[in-house]
């Protein structure tokens, strides 16, 4: 897989069917292991492990809705009360994030509602909060911790 700007994790990878798999630890399931994912479960880990996040609060690839159109949502997770809190969306390393990475995570916001937006490529990293309609994300040059009361 390709290098990328996160913490080593220590995953679990097999290799079944002649493909690679890799178990996450939020889904409790092994999936193929594509570079995107590569960046899923790393980016996971790195908010669990390192800035303790509640595992428990995570959900990984569930389903959206915008203007009848199916999607997914890489990573929400909710606060205590079960209402969203951050969206992650994560690209592959080799992936350039641009302007189309901030518009996509914009239009899954408009179904989710989370206060936080996060987009990585494993490389870089950038979180907002989400911006109110007519208003401009706030970007942070870290991510916020998770009992953030603001």
């Known amino acids: 897989m ?5 913490p080593v994790i220590d995953s679990k990878i097999r290799k079944d069917q002649g493909k690679i798999w ?3 630890i939020i889904r409790k399931k092994y999936v193929i292991l594509t570079p995107e994912e590569w960046v ?3 980016f996971i880990h790195y908010l669990i492990h390192h800035l303790h996040y509640p595992k428990a609060l995570f959900k990984v690839e569930s389903g959206l809705s915008f203007n009848t159109i ?14 969203p809190w951050m969206l992650v969306e ?6 350039k994030l641009s302007q189309k ?12 509602g989370a206060r936080y937006l996060a987009v990585s490529n494993g490389m870089v990293h950038y979180c907002c909060e989400a911006p109110t ?4 994300a706030k970007f942070h040059s870290e991510f916020p911790p ?3 009361p603001a």
């Open 2 to 6: 390709h290098p990328i700007n996160l």
């Open 22 to 24: 890799i178990f996450d």
């Open 40 to 42: 899923r479960q790393h």
């Open 70 to 83: 199916q999607k997914r949502s890489d990573i929400v997770i909710h606060d205590r009360q079960g209402k």
């Open 90 to 95: 994560c690209k592959s390393p080799v992936i």
């Open 101 to 112: 990475a901030f518009n996509q995570i914009a239009v899954y916001n408009m179904t989710i």
């Open 133 to 136: 309609p007519g208003g401009e």
């Open 146 to 148: 998770f009992d953030d």
